[in-house]
C-alpha cells in the first residue's frame, strides 16, 4: 500500500510540474494579438471618421428638410434661421464641430454648412449644400478626397 502512496505522490508531482504555459509561449501570444491590433486599428479608426463624415452629411440634409417646411409655413425663406432652434429641429446648431448651421438666406435661397467631428490635417472637414429657387441644388465640402467628398465635384 505505501508503494501504492508513492507512486501516486510521484504522478501527481510531475502533472503538477506540466501545469501552465512557458515564458516563451505566453510572449509568442501577446506578440500576434499586438500585430493583429496594429492591423485593426487604422481600419477601425478610418470607419469612425466616415461615420462622422456621414453624421455630418445627414445633419445638413435634415436641416433642408427644416428650411423647407419653414418655406411652405412662412411662405419664404427669410427669417426661417430664427425661426429654427435646436429644440424644433432635434439638431445641434452652431458653427462647431458636430453641428450644422444656415450660414446664408436669402429671399430665394439658401446655405446649409455642417461640421464633421472627423479632421485631416488639424481640419473639420465641412459640408455645405446651397440651394436656389428653381430646384439648384449645389454640394460642396471643405476637404477634397476624403470622408466622400469626390476630388472632382459634389458629395
Not at 461615420?51 to 426661417?80: F, P, T, W
Not at 425661426?83 to 464641430?97: F, H, Q, R, V, Y
Request: with cysteine; charged share 15%.
Amino acid at each position: 500500500m505505501t508503494s501504492t502512496i508513492s507512486r501516486r505522490t510521484t504522478d501527481e508531482t510531475q502533472v503538477r510540474e506540466q501545469d501552465g504555459f512557458t515564458l516563451i509561449e505566453l510572449l509568442v501570444v501577446i506578440l500576434i494579438i499586438g500585430i493583429l491590433a496594429a492591423i485593426a486599428l487604422p481600419a477601425f479608426l478610418g470607419q469612425r471618421s466616415k461615420a462622422q463624415d456621414g453624421n455630418a452629411k445627414s445633419n445638413a440634409r435634415n436641416m433642408v428638410s427644416q428650411i423647407e417646411a419653414c418655406y411652405h409655413a412662412a411662405g419664404g425663406y427669410l427669417g426661417c434661421s430664427a425661426e429654427l432652434t435646436s429644440a424644433e429641429t432635434g439638431l445641434d446648431l452652431g458653427a462647431g464641430p458636430g453641428q450644422v448651421r444656415i450660414t446664408a438666406e436669402t429671399a430665394n435661397g439658401y446655405s446649409i454648412a455642417a461640421t464633421s467631428l472627423a479632421k485631416t490635417g488639424g481640419v473639420n472637414h465641412t459640408y455645405t449644400i446651397i440651394h436656389n429657387l428653381g430646384g439648384v441644388f449645389a454640394h460642396d465640402c471643405t476637404v477634397r478626397g476624403e470622408g466622400g467628398c469626390p476630388t472632382d465635384g459634389d458629395w
